[in-house]
């Protein structure tokens, strides 16, 4: 199964992703799926009037959509992802001042939102530490590439993400609870 994602090309909606609440919301529904604003604001430990402004911020870009299907009466408003997937291009934001500072906050807050996921899983109690054993892990390497291998590299890791994050979970039993995992590539010197 092909996952449909969405290329982001205009800064005004990098604009409305780099914010690091409405990135937790979006998070929130990729995760559990679509929810209410109510729901959104427990998730979030957020106003739900401030969670409604975000969301309508998110609509306008149409990164999220609502799904009146889902409602049990006219008053119920629930949400979802307009799509499974985002991603950008730097290149798509170069040349113009505003949008390259709208991609340097964007970078920057994805970074952000990712370093705070690992370090909160590092801060947690050694009782949830301990359920998941020494199944959590963190690898890095020192690679020699260039840039067609490293593009090469981005699509074999992808596809590998792309096996597990779309394979049907067994009838096991067994509860999955949701995974982060991410990984940077970057030209750099130790």
């Given amino acids: 199964m092909e996952r449909e994602i969405r290329q ?11 914010h690091p609440l409405r990135r937790r919301l979006m998070d ?14 427990e998730r979030t430990d957020q106003a739900v009037a ?4 975000h969301l309508r911020v998110l609509a306008n870009s ?11 009466d006219r008053r119920e408003r629930w949400w979802k992802l307009a799509s499974p997937g985002l991603r950008w291009a730097s290149a798509d934001f170069v040349g113009d001042p ?45 690679l020699r590439l260039t840039p067609a ?6 699509r074999e890791v992808v596809a590998l993400m792309n096996r597990w994050s779309e394979r049907e979970l067994p009838d096991d039993g067994e509860r999955r609870e ?12 130790p």
């Fill in 62 to 72: 149409d990164l999220v959509r609502e799904a009146p299907e889902l409602a049990r």
């Fill in 50 to 53: 401030n969670v409604s402004h």
């Fill in 98 to 142: 505003a949008s390259e500072a709208v991609l340097q906050a964007a970078l920057s807050l994805n970074l952000d939102s990712q370093d705070r996921i690992v370090r909160e899983w590092y801060a947690a109690s050694d009782e949830e530490r301990a359920a998941w054993d020494q199944a959590p892990f963190s690898a890095d390497r020192w």
């Fill in 178 to 189: 949701p995974v982060f995992f991410f990984a940077h590539a970057v030209p750099a010197q």
């Fill in 149 to 154: 291998e490293l593009h090469q590299l981005e």
């Fill in 8 to 18: 982001i090309t205009d800064s005004r909606v990098l604009a409305a992703m780099a």
């Fill in 28 to 41: 929130v529904l990729k995760v559990d799926g679509p929810s209410t604003v109510s729901m959104l604001a």
